[in-house]
């Protein structure tokens, strides 16, 4: 009878505050969108550029990265968690086995030899819904723990393709730089012998001698960064130098990725797809079923054991065998006095909801304003370059022309200097914004999930995140 009302009981659950809640996300993008907001695959986005290099070093970044690796851990502990946490709802079975032997002072009271093996289950029946809440917060913390090993993924693969086009950058600007000192050594080989014929005052001579110099001072230091930048990739990637340094001396590559990135009209479309807003999604749920479960903690629990045994008493050159079982106890607990112990786990809970709203929201708004950064400086970017490669062609026309004039003795080394300056800014300013376009690609590319898809996120991450 008990049992029965017990069972009848089940569905008296608690329920916390709403697991899901509004995301407040705008209607709309304010930013024009690449392609007219063709949506492409962006999982396999790296593999799309042309570049196979790029793609080899952020798949070894991954496999290399401590980030992804803890993300990992912290799916694996997610994923126990839940099972334990599932376990909770089911009886539990022990089997034991004793033996006792025991002797009787009197003797008409012979020693004898008792020897039992039973199976023991006990069951704390959910009424109140307490463990079904830790079961279902330990679920939605288990499935944003899913996406979170992919978010870490995306990090670790963004933050290789900005190391690598930053050291494919600096490349192209040694490359300048080289040329722009060997310009100025010639110019000042050129002034030299002119000083020493009499046609050049010796301060111009100075003059073309500290443009050498200084022409060879920003060579070294672009030569330095390269350097640094490709130890800063050996770090990322855990690819032998020699052997990375091999590979890009294979061949040069662009400075922006070969094929964009589509973003859905609707932000809600393209907030989908994030994960870190899944994930913080899925932290609101189990807050609210946290919540549900210290609710119940205030109301009665039954709990129900039993025993199945087979014994054998020994006594006296005889044995006895025997079947044993127990029902019970049927044990009822009810909260009575814990000096505001548990409503103060209920508050606790409530207020770690309303902090997990609160994030969740937040992170809404930050997944909106990188989207909207990204797409905002792609725009600027595509109407800089336009300028930016207009103006390189005039000052490289503006240097030749006032190279030509120096040599043929119609122009000054001042004149000379200046058109170069000028021509050296434009080079280094067109490099720069080619590579501040690769880097708003690659931040489109985080900004919309990197490819994650919340609908079949679960098989993609169990299948990758057991092969580290």
Same mark, same amino acid.
Request: charged residues 20%.
């Given at each position: 009878?008990?049992?029965?009302?017990?069972?009848?009981?089940?569905?008296?659950?608690?329920?916390?505050?709403p697991p899901v809640v509004e995301s407040k996300e705008p209607a709309q993008w304010h930013a024009p969108l690449p392609h007219g907001g063709t949506v492409t695959q962006l999982s396999g986005w790296w593999r799309g550029q042309g570049d196979p290099l790029l793609a080899e070093l952020v798949e070894a970044a991954q496999v290399a990265s401590p980030t992804v690796a803890a993300a990992r851990s912290r799916l694996a502990q997610a994923r126990e968690q839940r099972v334990a946490a599932g376990a909770a709802l089911a009886p539990t079975v022990d089997a034991a086995l004793t033996s006792t032997r025991a002797s009787q002072q009197s003797a008409a009271m012979p020693t004898n030899t008792t020897s039992q093996g039973y199976l023991q289950a006990s069951w704390e029946i959910d009424i109140f819904g307490a463990n079904r809440a830790v079961r279902d917060a330990a679920q939605a913390r288990y499935e944003g723990a899913q996406a979170g090993w992919h978010d870490a993924?995306?990090?670790?693969?963004?933050?290789?393709?900005?190391?690598?086009?930053?050291?494919?950058?600096?490349?192209?600007?040694?490359?300048?730089?080289?040329? =722009?000192?060997?310009?100025?050594?010639?110019?000042?080989?050129?002034?030299?012998?002119?000083?020493?014929?009499?046609?050049?005052?010796?301060?111009s001579l100075a003059l073309a001698r500290a443009s050498a110099a200084d022409g060879a001072n920003r060579e070294i230091a672009q030569r330095a960064q390269c350097e640094v930048d490709v130890k800063t990739l050996v770090a990322l990637t855990a690819v032998p130098e020699p052997e990375l340094r091999s590979r890009l001396a294979a061949g040069a590559a662009d400075l922006s990725p070969a094929q964009g990135i589509g973003i859905d009209a609707l932000p809600a479309q393209t907030l989908a797809q994030r994960p870190d807003v899944f994930n913080?999604?899925?932290?609101?749920?189990?807050? +609210?079923?946290?919540?549900?479960?210290?609710?119940?903690?205030?109301?009665?629990?039954?709990?129900? +054991?039993?025993a199945i045994g087979r014994g054998q008493i020994r006594a006296a050159g005889e044995s006895v065998t025997a079947n044993t079982w127990t029902i019970g106890p049927v044990q009822v607990t009810l909260p009575i006095f814990d000096a505001g112990r548990r409503r103060a786990a209920v508050a606790a809970a409530q207020e770690r909801y309303e902090a997990a709203v609160t994030s969740y929201r937040g992170?809404?708004?930050?997944?909106? +304003?990188?989207?909207?950064?990204?797409?905002?400086?792609?725009?600027?970017? =595509?109407?800089? %370059?336009?300028?930016?490669?207009?103006?390189?062609?005039?000052?490289?026309?503006?240097?030749?022309?006032?190279?030509?004039?120096?040599?043929?003795?119609?122009? +000054?080394?001042?004149?000379?200097?200046?058109?170069?300056?000028?021509?050296?800014?434009?080079?280094?300013?067109?490099?720069?914004?080619?590579?501040?376009?690769?880097?708003?690609?690659?931040?489109?590319?985080?900004?919309?999930?990197?490819?994650?898809?919340?609908?079949?996120?679960? %098989?993609?991450?169990?299948?990758?995140?057991?092969?580290?």
């Open positions: 009878m008990t049992l029965a009302v017990a069972l009848a009981l089940g569905g008296c659950a608690l329920s916390g505050p993924r995306v990090s670790v693969a963004a933050d290789t393709a900005n190391t690598y086009y930053q050291l494919r950058a600096c490349e192209r600007l040694l490359d300048v730089a080289r040329q =722009d000192a060997a310009s100025r050594a010639d110019t000042a080989r050129l002034t030299e012998l002119t000083a020493q014929a009499g046609f050049e005052a010796p301060a913080a999604e899925r932290e609101v749920a189990a807050a +609210s079923f946290e919540v549900a479960g210290a609710r119940a903690q205030r109301y009665p629990r039954l709990g129900i +054991s039993g992170s809404v708004r930050q997944a909106v +304003s990188e989207v909207e950064q990204a797409l905002v400086n792609l725009q600027g970017t =595509d109407l800089r %370059a336009v300028q930016a490669q207009a103006a390189l062609e005039g000052y490289r026309a503006s240097f030749t022309a006032a190279e030509d004039l120096y040599r043929n003795g119609m122009g +000054s080394l001042l004149q000379l200097e200046d058109a170069r300056r000028t021509r050296l800014a434009a080079e280094n300013a067109m490099i720069a914004v080619q590579r501040e376009r690769s880097a708003a690609w690659i931040a489109l590319y985080r900004a919309a999930g990197g490819g994650w898809n919340r609908d079949n996120s679960n %098989a993609s991450v169990m299948t990758n995140a057991s092969n580290p």
